[in-house]
């Protein structure tokens, strides 16, 4: 089809990456749909052209259905705009049900097993493409997209890997394992050596020599899950090509879910080790706060499974014994820092404000706001001074009164706020009563 409409949403396409979208999925949706719309003899996006189409194939899933209109929604909704014989599709048309899938945390022995199975694939270059693919999601854990857009002339400063095309076209830097630096070079020589010359930029290529598409990838990761021998864990905890770089994700969760349950210094969260975590009902945590002074802190069942699940999964740390094991690792293997515990939360704060801008609006969420908002709750909840005292590792209990002030001080402020008056303003003056008053003189008598 040419003529308005593809002109049309070439301007459209334009305009949405103008302010930072992409778009290549929905650009390829919205070509087929526009021939879908020339086929059924329409100048103009209608509602039911839009339902017919949105509806392909007819196996589909009504989430994917819902994104097909979803696409369809936005071009229209640009063209109403400009002529509004345009209709435009409502949402609720084809109702979805969004769900997170749960993460599944590979082990290293399941990368191993998923490096191997790419000796199954039909050429030289397309094992090393996968093996090499996969093992840098692992060890650095960008996004699929992020590593398929990658180019040949890698930029590694000081051992690190600049990400140029991350989300909203960020960048940033990454650091490198000697021994990944190794295997990327080793890859880029077979590349060079094996590839068609195509002139392409790409690091990971195909056979054909061009960049990888990520749906080839999505397709091409499953047939090695099963090569693998890798299973579901539930039907919502499945083998994903995103899980590679999922734990991550996963150690943040049990991070921040220890911080505000311990009440736990931020030093005291990065200096825990595994042999630290006390296995029982209930979990326990060996703390080592201020003076080298230890308390056991213990650890609530929701909690608990999740520290569980995620030990499970912890690979040991090289050389190292598991009373020396980090429990929460950065980079490279390395125990994680205040910094970085600081610049990961801020991170999720970031996320959580884009998707709802008014969530805290203003103010500063800190690694130690987790500790003041457990021990503020603590004592709303009315748990005894001591106690919290304890948790907090506080040596005077006079610096855990703060919270109960601050406490009391909310408290005045929310009866302030629901006060009734149940007096008048002014008082009626008596002396002006003659009966009153009459009454009064008759007591003298």
Same mark, same amino acid.
């Given at each position: 089809?040419?003529?308005?409409?593809?002109?049309?949403?070439?301007?459209?396409?334009?305009?949405?990456?103008?302010l930072g979208y992409r778009l290549a999925r929905p650009e390829k949706l919205l070509d087929q749909f526009l021939?879908?719309?020339?086929?059924?003899?329409?100048?103009?996006?209608?509602?039911?052209?839009?339902?017919?189409?949105?509806?392909?194939?007819?196996?589909?899933?009504?989430?994917?259905?819902?994104?097909?209109?979803?696409a369809v929604r936005g071009l229209a909704t640009y063209l109403h705009a400009l002529d509004p014989a345009h209709?435009?599709?409502?949402?609720?048309?084809?109702?979805?049900?969004?769900?997170?899938?749960?993460?599944?945390?590979?082990?290293?022995?399941?990368?191993?097993?998923?490096?191997?199975?790419?000796?199954?694939?039909?050429?030289?270059?397309?094992?090393?493409?996968?093996?090499?693919?996969?093992?840098?999601?692992?060890?650095?854990?960008?996004?699929?997209?992020?590593?398929?857009?990658?180019?040949?002339?890698?930029?590694?400063?000081?051992?690190?890997?600049?990400?140029?095309?991350?989300?909203?076209s960020k960048t940033r830097e990454l650091a490198l394992h000697p021994s990944t630096i190794q295997a990327l070079?080793?890859?880029?020589?077979?590349?060079?050596?094996?590839?068609?010359?195509?002139?392409?930029?790409?690091?990971?290529?195909?056979?054909?020599?061009?960049?990888?598409?990520?749906?080839?990838?999505?397709?091409?990761?499953?047939?090695?899950?099963?090569?693998?021998?890798?299973?579901?864990?539930?039907?919502?905890?499945?083998? @994903?090509?995103?899980? %590679?770089?999922? +734990? &991550?994700?996963?150690?943040? =969760?049990?991070? #921040?879910?220890?911080?505000?349950? *311990?009440?736990?210094?931020?030093?005291?969260?990065?200096?825990?080790?595994?042999?630290?975590?006390?296995?029982?009902?209930?979990?326990?945590?060996?703390?080592?706060?201020?003076?080298?002074?230890?308390?056991?802190?213990?650890?609530?069942?929701?909690?608990?499974?999740?520290?569980?699940?995620?030990?499970?999964?912890?690979?040991?740390?090289?050389?190292?014994?598991?009373?020396?094991?980090?429990?929460?690792?950065?980079?490279?293997?390395?125990?994680?820092?205040?910094?970085?515990?600081?610049?990961?939360?801020? @991170?999720?704060?970031? %996320?959580?404000? +884009? &998707?709802?801008?008014?969530? =805290?609006?203003? #103010?500063?969420?800190?690694?130690? *706001?987790?500790?003041?908002?457990?021990?503020?709750?603590?004592?709303?909840?009315?748990?005894?001074?001591?106690?919290?005292?304890?948790?907090?590792?506080?040596?005077?209990?006079?610096?855990?009164?703060?919270?109960?002030?601050?406490?009391?001080?909310?408290?005045?402020?929310?009866?302030?706020?629901?006060?009734?008056?149940?007096?008048?303003?002014?008082?009626?003056?008596?002396?002006?009563?003659?009966?009153?008053?009459?009454?009064?003189?008759?007591?003298?008598?």
């Amino acid at each position: 089809m040419t003529g308005p409409l593809r002109d049309g949403l070439g301007d459209y396409l334009a305009l949405r990456r103008a302010l930072g979208y992409r778009l290549a999925r929905p650009e390829k949706l919205l070509d087929q749909f526009l021939d879908h719309l020339e086929a059924a003899g329409e100048s103009r996006i209608t509602v039911a052209v839009a339902l017919d189409w949105a509806r392909l194939p007819a196996v589909g899933g009504s989430n994917w259905w819902a994104y097909r209109l979803g696409a369809v929604r936005g071009l229209a909704t640009y063209l109403h705009a400009l002529d509004p014989a345009h209709e435009v599709p409502a949402a609720e048309l084809l109702p979805h049900r969004p769900h997170r899938a749960n993460p599944y945390l590979y082990s290293a022995t399941d990368i191993a097993a998923l490096i191997a199975a790419t000796d199954s694939l039909r050429t030289p270059l397309r094992q090393a493409t996968f093996a090499t693919l996969i093992g840098l999601l692992a060890v650095t854990g960008i996004r699929v997209g992020e590593a398929i857009a990658l180019n040949s002339a890698l930029d590694l400063p000081g051992g690190r890997l600049v990400v140029h095309h991350g989300k909203f076209s960020k960048t940033r830097e990454l650091a490198l394992h000697p021994s990944t630096i190794q295997a990327l070079r080793r890859y880029l020589r077979l590349r060079n050596r094996t590839a068609p010359a195509t002139g392409t930029s790409a690091l990971f290529v195909s056979t054909a020599g061009t960049r990888l598409i990520y749906c080839n990838v999505h397709n091409t990761f499953h047939r090695l899950v099963a090569q693998a021998g890798l299973t579901p864990r539930s039907r919502s905890c499945r083998p @994903r090509i995103h899980g %590679t770089n999922g +734990a &991550r994700a996963v150690r943040d =969760a049990v991070l #921040l879910a220890l911080a505000y349950d *311990t009440a736990a210094r931020v030093q005291e969260l990065c200096d825990l080790n595994v042999a630290d975590i006390r296995h029982g009902t209930p979990m326990t945590v060996v703390v080592r706060g201020k003076g080298s002074k230890i308390r056991y802190l213990p650890v609530m069942d929701p909690t608990a499974r999740l520290l569980a699940d995620y030990l499970k999964h912890l690979e040991p740390h090289p050389g190292l014994s598991a009373d020396a094991t980090p429990l929460f690792r950065g980079p490279n293997h390395s125990r994680l820092t205040r910094s970085g515990v600081a610049k990961l939360l801020a @991170r999720h704060v970031r %996320t959580i404000r +884009a &998707r709802d801008p008014g969530w =805290a609006p203003g #103010l500063p969420v800190t690694p130690h *706001t987790l500790r003041r908002s457990r021990a503020m709750h603590l004592i709303q909840a009315g748990v005894n001074l001591i106690y919290i005292r304890d948790l907090l590792g506080h040596a005077d209990i006079a610096t855990t009164e703060i919270y109960a002030r601050a406490d009391a001080e909310t408290k005045r402020k929310a009866i302030e706020n629901a006060y009734q008056p149940l007096t008048p303003d002014t008082l009626p003056d008596w002396t002006s009563d003659a009966s009153l008053i009459g009454w009064l003189d008759s007591l003298g008598r």
